[in-house]
C-alpha cells in the first residue's frame, strides 16, 4: 500500500517535471484574406498545421483572417514588428517605397512561374535581404502565379486598349507599370477591389486568377487578358514573418521547428499551391464565360518596350540610395532562370 502511494506521488511529481519543461507556446497569426481563400486554406493553415504537428502540439497557431485582430493590411508589418501579433503573412509592397531590394521582383517581365520565383525570391531574400527586414524574423518569402487583367466591360487585346482605362494594382512598381503602358493606375489593397469594381471606381483589376475566386471577382468581370512567354508582366512578394523577440524567446528546440518550416524548401512548397490554384482559378473564369485574350509576339514586345522605362527609373532610385540595383536586377533574373531550368 505505502509502495503503491509512494509510486503515484512519484508519477504526479515526474508529470509536474515534465509540464514545467514542456512549455507550451500559443502564437497568433493575421492576415487579410477571408478563410475561403487559397491563402488561408491552401497555405496558412497547412503550414500552421505542419508546425503543430513537428511541435508535438507544444506550438499552437491561432489564425485569424481577414484582419479579425484590427488594422488594416498596409500595417500588419508594423503590427508584427511590435509585438501586436506574432506572425503576419503580407506584402511588403503594401508600404511603398519601404522596402527598395525586394521590388526588383515586382519589375515588369522579372517573374516566371509561382514555383520558380518563389525559391528565387527566398533565395534572393538569403543573400541581399537581412538588413531591409531586420526589424523581423522573416519565415519566408514567396509570390504568386504572374498577373493577368480581369476587366469589366472592355477586353485587352492591344496596347493601346488600356487608355484611359482605371486598373487596381497592389504596388508602387506595378502602378507605374501601368502608367507607363498606357492604363490609369489605381491602388488598392486586395479586398477593396470588388467593391470598387462594383461602383465603377475600376474598370478592372491586375491579379492572378487565384485570389478571384475568394473574392468572386471572375462573377464581376467578363475577361482577361494573359501575358504569353516565360516571364509575367508583374507578380507581388509576399512575407511570412515573425515577431523577432516572439521568435528569439523560444526554447532551442522549438525554434528549430520554426526554422525547418521556413527557408527555401517552404518557399516552393508555397509556389507549388499558389501554381496549382492558379490553374483551378483560372477555370474558373472560363467555366463563368469569361473571354481569354493573349498578349504574345509582336504585341508582346511593344509592352515590353513601353514597360522599359518602369525598369529603368527603378535602377536610377537604386543609384541614387547607394544600392547596386543592376547586380540586384541580374540576380533575380538569374534565380528565376536557375528555378525555372530546375538546377
Known amino acids: 500500500m505505502i509502495r503503491t502511494a509512494l509510486a503515484l506521488i512519484a508519477t504526479i511529481l515526474l508529470a509536474g517535471v515534465q509540464d514545467a519543461t514542456a512549455q507550451e507556446v500559443t502564437l497568433r497569426l493575421q492576415h487579410f484574406l477571408p478563410a475561403t481563400s487559397h491563402t488561408h486554406a491552401g497555405f496558412i493553415a497547412p503550414w500552421a498545421k505542419r508546425v503543430e504537428e513537428a511541435s508535438q502540439g507544444r506550438i499552437r497557431i491561432d489564425i485569424y483572417p481577414s484582419m479579425q485582430l484590427g488594422g488594416r493590411a498596409p500595417q500588419l508589418y508594423d503590427q508584427v514588428r511590435d509585438g501586436v501579433v506574432d506572425i503576419a503573412w503580407t506584402l511588403p509592397g503594401y508600404t511603398p517605397g519601404r522596402f527598395p531590394k525586394v521590388e526588383v521582383f515586382e519589375l515588369p517581365f522579372v517573374a516566371g512561374t509561382a514555383t520558380a520565383t518563389s525559391q528565387a525570391v527566398q533565395a534572393f531574400a538569403e543573400k541581399h535581404l537581412a538588413e531591409e527586414f531586420a526589424a523581423v524574423h522573416p519565415i519566408l518569402f514567396h509570390v504568386h502565379a504572374a498577373g493577368a487583367f480581369h476587366m469589366r466591360g472592355k477586353p485587352i487585346r492591344t496596347l493601346g486598349d488600356l487608355k484611359g482605362l482605371k486598373i487596381r494594382a497592389p504596388s508602387r512598381i506595378s502602378n507605374r507599370m501601368l502608367a507607363a503602358i498606357g492604363a490609369s493606375p489605381v491602388g488598392m489593397p486586395v479586398p477593396q477591389v470588388p467593391e470598387a469594381l462594383s461602383k465603377g471606381v475600376i474598370d478592372g483589376a491586375l491579379l492572378p486568377y487565384e485570389v478571384t475566386t475568394a473574392l468572386r471577382i471572375h462573377e464581376l468581370t467578363d475577361s ?79 509592352w515590353q518596350q513601353a514597360a522599359q522605362p518602369v525598369i529603368d527609373e527603378w535602377l536610377a532610385e537604386m543609384a541614387g540610395k547607394n544600392i547596386p540595383g543592376d547586380q540586384l536586377l541580374d540576380d533575380a533574373r538569374s534565380l528565376v532562370s536557375r528555378y525555372t531550368d530546375g538546377k
Do not use: C
Request: charged content about 25%.
Open 224 to 302: 482577361n487578358t494573359e501575358i504569353a512567354g516565360p516571364r509575367g508582366i508583374y507578380t507581388a512578394v509576399f512575407l511570412l514573418a515573425m515577431n523577432k523577440q516572439r521568435y528569439d524567446s523560444l526554447p532551442a528546440d522549438l525554434k528549430a521547428v520554426i526554422d525547418a518550416n521556413s527557408g527555401l524548401a517552404t518557399a516552393q512548397w508555397a509556389g507549388e499551391a499558389w501554381d496549382k490554384a492558379e490553374e483551378v482559378a483560372r477555370q474558373t473564369s472560363i467555366d463563368a464565360g469569361h473571354t481569354i485574350q493573349s498578349i504574345d509576339g509582336p504585341e508582346l514586345l511593344r
